[in-house]
């Protein structure tokens, strides 16, 4: 009887401390934490697909990164992605619908400078961070208080060409414009700045963004003979004009804007793109970089990840959402989820290495870039990009 009982105490003990340690395991287990929502509108399909297919590629990626390494302080972001088809419209509904039913903390995008420009009022009066992929310097100057950006401004490019032709001791030029947000906020800057690199424009020629033949802007150009040729668009119309030039059998030198900083331009122009010059970020000629630059090494992950993932060529376009959420990212680890807070910490980042540039946000600058640091002049060469300055 003795021992019967001994057993069963026994027994009953080892039952017990198995309902502990059960007990004990469910208390320590916690609870997953909510996520971060963030929103994204990208022009993926349209027009301008070929800025927003990688920028929404690139946001997909970086946040699976994020989410595989435990999110930020546990909290998974979740992004909530719409289409805007480059339409000003379909962005205001989008950005609208992501504020008001998707609740998101903060969003990134537009592609385009006038997709953003539309959204910008929503993203102020309703006080939502908002982190363009556009690159009108209009996006951020004067400095609106929830918007922030991250390609490099049409500012910092025009000088970087001008400051290039003067070296070249190039005096007259001519500039043909898209007639668009991007165009027209290029087109001034070109204008502006001309007087004060010494240059005399002979002429400011237009085409619109569906035009298909440059011939009769072109022929007045080489009419009025320039020593350079500056062209201000996104695809497909600069490719028109680089192919409208060779089959006119202008010699004049082509220069183009980092709007078209994309393999899709060479494929577009095809043996026309050889031997034009333009500004672009660094991450077209990464593997050329010396080793001592601070971007190098982030640039050639960013390459290897997303080529990996995707089977396909990079894009400096997809790189203006990467380093969009990676700020986001910066902003949510000392913030949570508070609008303002996550506001607030962006404005303080600085000495951010991305892929467009290193970046200092301010209160007093909302894009954080400088054209020294940002843009590496090159020149295409037998369909692929060579660094010259």
């Not at 469910?26 to 929103?39: D, T």
């Not at 699976?64 to 909530?80: D, F, K, S, T």
């Not at 680089?242 to 494929?267: C, D, T, W």
Request: glycine letters at 10%; charged letters at 25%; hydrophobic letters at 40%.
């Amino acid at each position: 009887m003795k021992r019967g009982r001994i057993r069963e105490n026994r027994i009953w003990a080892v039952l017990l401390l198995l309902v502990a340690l059960t007990w004990s395991g469910c208390a320590k287990k916690e609870e997953p934490k909510a996520p971060y929502k963030i929103g994204g509108i990208f022009a993926i399909t349209g027009r301008a697909s070929f800025l927003g297919e990688p920028e929404r590629n690139s946001m997909e990626l970086l946040a699976e990164q994020i989410n595989a390494a435990g999110g930020i302080n546990g909290h998974p972001i979740e992004l909530v992605i719409y289409d805007t088809e480059g339409d000003a419209t379909k962005a205001v509904l989008n950005a609208n619908k992501l504020i008001e039913k998707d609740n998101v903390l903060a969003i990134v995008g537009p592609s385009l400078s006038g997709t953003t420009l539309a959204v910008v009022p929503i993203a102020e009066k309703a006080q939502v961070p908002l982190i363009s992929c556009a690159a009108s310097v209009k996006i951020t100057t004067p400095v609106k208080k929830w918007v922030f950006k991250t390609p490099q401004t049409d500012v910092m490019a025009v000088a970087k060409i001008y400051e290039y032709l003067k070296g070249q001791g190039v005096t007259e030029i001519a500039i043909l414009t898209v007639g668009n947000a991007f165009g027209d906020s290029g087109r001034e800057q070109l204008i502006q700045q001309a007087p004060d690199y010494g240059f005399e424009m002979v002429t400011a020629e237009k085409f619109g963004p569906k035009d298909t033949d440059m011939t009769p802007q072109l022929t007045k150009i080489r009419a009025l003979k320039p020593e350079a040729i500056i062209c201000w668009g996104t695809n497909p119309g600069p490719a028109v004009v680089a192919k409208n030039m060779r089959q006119l059998g202008i010699e004049i030198p082509l220069y183009q804007s980092h709007g078209v900083a994309s393999k899709k331009f060479i494929e577009l122009a095809a043996e026309a793109a050889n031997g034009i010059i333009l500004p672009t970020g660094k991450i077209l000629v990464a593997g050329d970089l010396p080793d001592g630059d601070p971007q190098k090494t982030v640039l050639l992950k960013y390459i290897d990840d997303y080529e990996a993932k995707y089977k396909m060529a990079i894009s400096g376009f997809g790189g203006y959402a990467w380093d969009g959420l990676q700020i986001l990212a910066q902003a949510l680890e000392k913030a949570g989820d508070d609008r303002a807070k996550i506001r607030d910490e962006i404005e303080r980042i600085s000495g951010y290495v991305g892929i467009s540039g290193i970046f200092r946000f301010s209160p007093q600058e909302h894009n954080g870039l400088t054209k020294e640091e940002a843009f590496v002049m090159v020149k295409i060469v037998d369909g692929n990009w060579q660094v010259i300055q």
